[in-house]
């Protein structure tokens, strides 16, 4: 016999399923395209137009193959824009997070004249879109100087344009990343930075002796955020680069565009772009989703 107070209420019951009908429709709508692509790059152009209204659109089945992938590598460059996109991203992310964190730092930690107009202007920062910054942008790094490296010797280069470093560079310093530092470095008591500095410290090691080790999530944040702005970057590069040797994967794709026609290739191309990217999502999701949660993100 079942007691009253191991009865489950019918509406309790209800909300449930509503509640995973709302989830099962929102992964739907979310992952449908993703897997739609990843398995229609396995798959020759006819399969895909006759398993497109069916659940089959969806399935590893028929005629699966990797001559979309060989084709890819084939017909374009995609070896060399994914060693460009590699190393502008990581550079991009490592820097981004030395300097942002350090400039969120003395911002937070430290006391210095102009500091809350320095901290102003970065939150007024936060409102300009890159595309107001990027024309005057290209005319500054059109007429840089750069040392380079030519038959064996050093030379004096008169542009950053057509190199990974512009790509790089002015993309390290970022209003945003600085901001969520900012607010989690605040956060942290002022207890710690004072018993240091009573044992000796120097700002530079309670920076990275005390602050870092207690920041994992919002580093974990600020790199996914930078490496998912970096890897998808589309604009810049189309302004800055127009060689094969320094263009990364994104321009790419415009590309490749023009040397087929078949839609299988194109979901190679575009599964090759897009899984680095859910790879390092899900490398850190913990850690992002507890900085987001917690205090990433709150005014």
Known sequence: MVSSS???DPRFIYKRLLTYAALLLLAYIFLFPLVFMIMSSFKPQQQIFTDLF????????GDISLNNYIAVFEKSAIKTMFVNSMFITGSTVL???LVNSLAAFSLSRLRWTGQNFVLAAIIA???????????????????????????????LESSWLNTLHVQILPMVANAFSIFLFYQFFRDIPKDFDEA??????????????????????VFATVAILQFLNMWNQY????????????????PGIQQFFGTTTEWGEIMAYASMVT?????????????FV????SAGVKG
């Open 6 to 8: 191991q009865m489950v």
């Open 54 to 61: 069916s659940i089959r659109a969806l399935l590893p089945v």
């Open 95 to 97: 820097l981004g997070l």
């Open 125 to 155: 920062l936060l409102i300009i879109p890159f595309e107001a910054i990027s024309v005057p942008l290209l005319m500054l790094v059109a007429h840089l100087p750069w040392i380079g490296w030519e038959n064996g010797q050093l030379i």
């Open 196 to 217: 240091a500095a009573i044992d000796g410290a120097t700002p530079w090691q309670i920076y990275w002796k005390v602050i870092v080790p207690m920041s994992g999530p």
């Open 235 to 250: 604009l810049w590069p189309i302004m800055v680069v127009q060689g094969e040797s320094a263009r990364p994967l994104q």
């Open 275 to 287: 899984i680095p990217v859910l790879i390092v999502f899900l490398l850190f999701q913990k850690k």
């Open 290 to 293: 507890r900085s987001m949660a």
